[in-house]
């Protein structure tokens, strides 16, 4: 055919009807579009582009010249085209197509399709969506997930077997030491424990288990997935991991697992064995071991041991309600055992907080019993009275005064565990040698002081309205460093819980007298024209030889000579003891001769010029612990209307003993194990400056004259310096006597307390005409006791002195010239005191020269007691703190309050 009778070549792009006709383009691609479909000449037709016969013989044959010549491009033509098309070479996009193609030929051959596991990101997406999971994906994972834990609890179950019960839960006794080194007591390991069989638990028992601890025990498989996902979510928290775990849980930590730490890798285990014991050990066994191996309480283990602790009979004979308290229990005893356990928590676990605990926890279980169908309404209906529970006791092992020994050395172990190492279930583990600081000598000496005393003059039999229920505590502090080397608990740690030694309630009185002294010299009095948060440079450190009004009835004045009013706009009068006043007409006295007769009005006014929050830091200071502090808002403050412990009495005039080297009481001095030494107090022991030695010292110095020739001669020791103050608290109702020598601090403590330690509110008595005296005071028979003691406790040690005192301080409020008096007798209107504003309109009584005040050989009637200070009910019934005291009127009887709002302590010494 002539050249101009072909048919003229398409335009580039041809049409749609050359799309579908499979024309090839004349003339290379136009734009960025990948050629059409139908150029790859794919193998599959029987004719190539344009209906001609293929060139290439098989479909073999046409795949390796694809391969061989496609060379690619940057980005893949669609179907073969450029990147994987059947022609050689193909442009940027994939240009003319068919062999030997005019194409750049910089693609490159596409890689085989290859399939993943886990296609992410994603193939064929782009953008976002290659990152957003297939919905395979996310339910393969989950599948995965799912099944690794089970395998892998499978694994551990599998792993792990049920321990041997007899491994962990029959421990040792702990070994108990004296000073000396010789053995005092082994005790204190899990041995009070009686295994009964499951027959033997009264149904009660396991009913009233079941319904506080774990409802669905018969049929649960040993765990609460609910209760351990709480126990991990706390965990994860950082808070308490306990809570929510079953029965079988509990009798596996109890009895089979040593390791009580609260981590994942515990409760993993616990989870895996209890599941186990779930599967394996019958419901009966169960429940059996768990009671049997639970601690009740009282050093009980087992609810054999429990019933006998509590009810004094066999756990056969328990009935419902008591059923239902040993239950209520075992939430924990500190904190549901009626008795008490203040010293191990003395704000929280009193008598009065436990027993409303243990109340409400037991009437709760009894009327769950009633829901869950385990006890009828009409059994229920029978106990509506709480059952009566016996006081604590120990074994024969720990009769007498051993018992307090053994409880207060486990409460100081216990109570510092982050610094001894040894927590509660450690100590009851046992295996331990714990070496205290008790000497056995002085321990002896001060047992036998107080029964001297009680058999000669407290007969409760012959007066039974005043010599009943009468009750001794003491201790013994070394100045040099801390040891509690002695104490007075009690009449016996079986018959008697409550360790008088370690608290008491009963307020100190007077004996509080030498912190508001060693507050003034320390900081010094404000200044009446300043501020009231005054600082030391603006303030006058005083002098023991300043003088204070001693004036009975003295009209108590703030630091700047204002009246005092408490919080209904009332005036505080301060009685002295007998309602005497000293050195009329001016009624000056010196800080030494008021602190050697335990004047009152002296110093609650020496204590309103420094500051109470002085006078109560200096309290702080020499060791007394807050805890045991009154309200310091009240002028009574200075009197001692807070009540610490003997201990802490000893301890802090040991501060003074030290030269103001405070030093916290310690009853262990080290603790060892077949491992070897657990905690050594050496290696923990501090020494802090409460008080620098010339307060201590001065301090000192005035409480010597109130031994030599005060309130307190008797406790003279022939050829020794001693130091020391008695204290006689308001209404008569406890008396005391604090003393030391250079070598030993000792405070002697008495009171009247009902003995019935589970009784509610318990009051403290009066001792008007107790041991056959018209009044107690700490001049009488803590005194005495004191002295009997350290004469034996001192025996053989050298007589050391007292350092003597450096001069300290300004001599305030100088005694005036000498004002004339219109008569030699006292008229109705009192001479003014140095107290502005302190004209009463009743008056003071004209003080009795018939005998030296608390001269203990004078049987002058005036002497002594506390008969006009303080309020009619002296404080609180109980001893504590009385933080709101009653208004004051201008008149008022010698007896009582004197004016309405007199001292808390009207009794001084």
């Avoid at 001692?640 to 003997?646: N, Q």
Wanted: aromatic fraction near 8%; charged fraction near 25%; glycine fraction near 12%.
């Amino acid at each position: 055919m002539s050249e101009h009778r072909r048919k003229p070549p398409q335009p580039q792009g041809g049409g749609r009807a050359a799309a579908r006709r499979g024309q090839p383009q004349a003339g290379p691609s136009a734009g960025r579009r990948e050629a059409p479909r139908d150029v790859t000449g794919s193998p599959s037709d029987p004719y190539g582009p344009g209906g001609e016969e293929s060139p290439f013989g098989s479909r073999a044959d046409a795949r390796r010249a694809t391969q061989r010549g496609n060379t690619g491009g940057r980005r893949r033509a669609a179907d073969g085209a450029g990147h994987g098309g059947s022609g050689g070479g193909g442009g940027r996009r994939g240009g003319p197509q068919g062999p030997g193609g005019p194409g750049r030929g910089r693609g490159r051959a596409p890689e085989p399709d290859k399939k993943r596991i886990i296609d992410y990101p994603r193939a064929g997406r782009y953008g976002a969506a290659r990152w957003v999971p297939s919905w395979k994906l996310v339910t393969g994972l989950f599948i995965g997930f799912t099944g690794s834990l089970v395998v892998a609890a499978g694994v551990g179950y599998a792993l792990v077997g049920i321990p041997d019960i007899g491994k962990t839960a029959k421990a040792q006794n702990n070994v108990y030491y004296w000073a000396d080194g010789s053995e005092m007591v082994a005790t204190g390991g899990e041995t009070n424990r009686q295994i009964i069989g499951y027959a033997a638990i009264p149904k009660e028992m396991r009913w009233a288990v079941m319904s506080a601890e774990n409802k669905t025990f018969e049929t649960d498989s040993g765990v609460d997935p609910m209760g351990i996902a709480r126990a991990f979510v706390n965990m994860a928290k950082g808070g308490q991991t306990q809570g929510g775990s079953t029965i079988t849980q509990q009798y596996v930590k109890n009895a089979m697992l040593e390791d009580q730490s609260q981590t994942v890798s515990r409760k993993l285990k616990e989870l895996f064995v209890s599941i186990k014991v779930g599967a394996k050990v019958p419901k009966e066994d169960i429940m059996a071991g768990y009671l049997n191996s639970a601690y009740y309480g009282r050093n009980a283990y087992g609810i054999q041991a429990a019933a006998h602790a509590y009810f004094d009979k066999d756990a056969t004979k328990l009935n419902p309600s008591e059923c239902a308290f040993l239950a209520a229990v075992l939430k924990g005893a500190t904190y549901y055992d009626p008795a008490g356990a203040p010293s191990i928590d003395p704000v929280n676990a009193t008598q009065d907080k436990n027993r409303k605990r243990a109340e409400e926890r037991w009437r709760w279980i009894l009327d769950e019993e009633v829901k869950d169908g385990r006890l009828d309404a009409a059994t229920r209906a029978k106990y509506t009275k709480f059952p009566a529970i016996q006081s604590p006791r120990s074994n024969a092992a720990l009769s007498g005064q051993v018992g307090y020994l053994v409880d207060l050395v486990n409460s100081y172990l216990v109570n510092n565990s982050d610094k001894t190492g040894i927590t509660e279930t450690k100590l009851r583990q046992g295996g331990l040698q714990i070496h205290t600081t008790f000497d056995r000598k002085k321990v002896d000496a001060l047992k036998a002081a107080v029964q001297k005393v009680q058999k000669a003059n407290i007969k409760p039999k012959l007066r039974p309205k005043t010599d009943k229920y009468v009750q001794f505590g003491g201790a013994s502090v070394n100045p040099d460093s801390g040891a509690i080397e002695a104490i007075y608990g009690g009449v016996d740690a079986t018959k008697h819980f409550t360790d008088n030694a370690d608290q008491t309630g009963a307020q100190v009185g007077s004996t509080f007298k030498p912190f508001v002294l060693a507050a003034a010299m320390s900081w010094g009095v404000r200044d009446p024209d300043g501020d009231p948060t005054q600082a030391q440079d603006e303030r006058t450190v005083v002098s023991p030889k300043s003088l204070y009004s001693g004036k009975n009835k003295l009209k108590i004045k703030d630091f700047d000579g204002t009246d005092w009013t408490d919080d209904k706009g009332q005036e505080w009068l301060q009685t002295n003891d007998g309602g005497q006043s000293l050195n009329p007409p001016t009624y000056q006295i010196d800080l030494r001769e008021a602190m050697r007769e335990s004047v009152n009005s002296a110093y609650v006014q020496l204590g309103m010029d420094v500051g109470l929050d002085k006078v109560k830091d200096s309290v702080l200071r020499a060791g007394i612990k807050e805890s045991s502090l009154a309200s310091s808002r009240f002028p009574s403050f200075s009197l001692g209307t807070s009540s610490p412990s003997a201990i802490r009495m000893a301890g802090a005039y040991a501060t003074f003993a030290a030269s103001g080297k405070q030093r916290d009481p310690y009853s262990v001095e080290k603790v060892t194990s077949k491992d070897g030494t657990v905690f050594q107090h050496d290696k923990i022991a501090k020494v802090v400056e409460a008080f620098t030695p010339k307060v201590a010292d001065n301090v000192t110095d005035v409480l010597k004259t109130v031994v030599e020739k005060g309130t307190g001669t008797n406790a003279q020791l022939p050829g020794r310096e001693v130091a020391g103050k008695t204290g006689t608290t308001d209404g008569n109702k406890s008396a005391w006597f604090v003393g030391y020598t250079p070598q030993l601090s000792t405070a002697i403590g008495m009171y009247r307390l009902d003995d019935d330690e589970t009784k509610k509110n318990r009051k403290f008595l009066e001792m008007y005409g107790t041991g056959g005296e018209e009044t107690i005071h700490g001049a009488s028979f803590p005194s005495q006791i004191w002295r009997d003691y350290m004469k034996v406790a001192l025996k053989g040690e050298k007589a050391e002195p007292f350092p003597v005192p450096e001069e300290i301080g300004t001599v305030i409020n100088e005694a005036p010239s000498p004002t004339p008096t219109p008569s030699a007798t006292e008229s109705a209107t009192e001479s003014p005191s140095p107290t502005p504003s302190a004209t009463l309109t009743s008056p003071s009584p004209t003080p009795t020269e018939t005998c030296r005040k608390f001269d203990f050989r004078c049987n002058n009637n005036d002497n002594g007691g506390t008969d006009t200070g303080g309020t009619d009910t002296g404080g609180t019934d109980t001893g504590g703190v009385t933080t709101s005291p009653s208004a004051t009127t201008s008149t008022g009887s010698n007896r009582g309050n004197g004016n309405g709002n007199g001292s808390l302590f009207g009794g001084s010494g």
